[in-house]
């Protein structure tokens, strides 16, 4: 039988299998999402009103970058509460991943816009609130987003990275097939993964460019 | 209003300014670029505060008002316009009104009147974005918006520096009517003696952050110091000009 035979044989035998690991990384990327979006875009703005914050803020989120993601995981293991093995891990270390994209694209899109609009909102006697929420925010909306695609496309790759730790997901099948030299479970693992990546950065796309102004 | 003395210490931008404005005059602050006009602009909304001395709008100091309430009594208009590009030209022309919570009917009727006044026909433009107007238009709109709420001064920065010379002179002529039919105080900076000319009530000539000469547009021309013959006589080599 022909590589690719096996293969497909392989994910037509373990459909309901591949789908329940698909939809467990699913669910390891939409938290770590929502809480590194939760994190990040408040801090962002945070940082757009307290320089002194700012190369802080973003060093930190920079650092945990460089991180390798199989050490990084490894390191999270042995602290108390956020640590140990399974997804509360996972998610912790795919949120630190995600942070410097959102953190850095929220402060780019609230800083990078037009002086002679944010001079004529300080003029007509807007209050530092209300520029930040009517004028900074809706105008960076668009720039935050795109940190928010790319944080998602990262989270997806290093998610499957995550089932070292035993926090499940597609990475399952990759480690598995790594260790029994299948190919075919290693593509069962990683054909759903592109593909969530794809559609996150075709979906995330569309909406960043209905969002855009000017 | 009257202002003295602006000594920022490493680095004075303007000083030993003595200057009175009068109710309901259009006065302008002619100079080149550098000689603190735009600062003595934003030292009236307490955009920038004296390190010494004092400015007082409405008898008060601009240390002592509120900053917002200071500038929402003041309209300001600016070179780029500086309108929202997320709003439409309604929601820029209605932003003070929306900001006071004033109730909808009336801010509406607002938006009407404003965009009227500065020509534009509100069905046609009420809403399109800031991106689909051309820069007399867009200039349009940051008057309107300046006027919005009906503030009695009126601060403007080279409002019509930007556009090409034909729409400017269309809008400073229509400008001008329009300021005498408001009876606002107005502050107006401006590098173009010609525009000075046309508009003020007063000329302030500024140099190096200094006054050199303060008179009524018809003395200004007569005035014999140097840095404004420097001014008047940039006018006569204009090829074709006749002030």
Redesign the interface.
């Known amino acids: 039988m022909s590589p690719q035979m096996t293969t497909w044989s392989f994910f037509a035998d373990h459909r309901a299998e591949i789908l329940g690991a698909t939809l467990d990384h699913l669910a390891l990327v939409v938290i770590a999402m929502i809480v590194a979006i939760l994190i990040g875009v408040p801090l962002g703005m945070f940082i757009v009103q307290r320089p002194a914050l700012r190369a802080i803020a973003l060093g930190v989120a920079s650092v945990f970058q460089t991180i390798p993601s199989l050490a990084l995981f490894g390191f999270l293991i042995p602290i108390p509460f956020i640590g140990g093995i399974g997804k509360r891990t996972a998610i912790v270390a795919l949120v630190l991943y995600a942070l410097l994209p959102i953190l850095r694209n929220t402060y780019v899109g609230l800083t990078g816009i037009?002086p002679?609009?944010?001079?004529?909102?300080?003029?007509?006697?807007?209050?530092r609130a209300?520029t930040l929420f009517r004028?900074r925010f809706?105008?960076a909306l668009a720039v935050i987003l795109a940190g928010i695609r790319t944080a998602t496309i990262i989270t997806i790759g290093v998610a499957t990275i995550a089932a070292a730790i035993g926090a499940g997901g597609l990475g399952t099948f990759i480690f598995r097939g790594v260790a029994l030299v299948s190919d075919a479970l290693i593509l069962a693992g990683a054909i759903p993964a592109a593909l969530l990546a794809l559609l996150a950065d075709f979906l995330l796309g569309l909406l960043e460019r209905r969002l855009k102004?000017? | 209003m009257s202002f003295h003395i602006n000594v920022i210490p490493s680095h004075v931008i303007v000083s030993g300014i003595s200057l009175e404005i009068l109710h309901g005059e259009t006065l302008v602050l002619l100079g080149r670029s550098g000689s603190g006009k735009t600062t003595l602009l934003r030292l009236m909304?307490g955009?920038l505060l004296p390190s010494e001395g004092k400015v007082l709008v409405q008898g008060r100091s601009t240390a002592a008002w509120d900053?917002?309430?200071?500038?929402?009594g003041?309209g300001?208009v600016?070179?780029?316009?500086?309108?929202?590009?997320?709003f439409t030209v309604a929601e820029n022309v209605a932003?003070?009104p929306t900001?006071e919570n004033w109730d909808a009917s009336r801010t509406a009727a607002r938006i009407q009147e404003m965009l009227q006044l500065v020509g534009l026909d509100p069905r046609e433009f009420s809403h399109r974005?800031?991106?689909e107007l051309s820069g007399g238009q867009r200039q349009r709109v940051?008057v309107a918006?300046?006027l919005a709420a009906d503030p009695p001064i009126l601060?403007m920065d080279e409002p019509f520096g930007a556009l090409d010379p034909v729409t400017r002179a269309e809008l400073q002529r229509e400008f001008s009517a329009l300021a005498r039919r408001l009876g606002k105080t107005i502050v107006f900076v401006t590098h173009d003696l010609r525009e000075a000319l046309l508009l003020a009530s007063r000329i302030v000539l500024l140099e190096a952050g200094r006054i050199v000469a303060s008179a009524t547009p018809q003395d200004f021309l007569r005035l014999d110091h140097p840095k404004v013959r420097a001014f008047t006589s940039s006018l006569a080599i204009t090829p074709g000009a006749s002030a």
């Open positions: 037009d002679a609009v944010l001079e004529a909102a300080e003029a007509m006697g807007m209050t209300q004028v809706p105008l102004v000017s | 909304n955009m900053p917002i309430r200071l500038r929402r003041m300001y600016i070179q780029d316009a500086g309108l929202f590009p997320h932003l003070i900001l974005r800031p991106r940051g918006r300046a601060l």
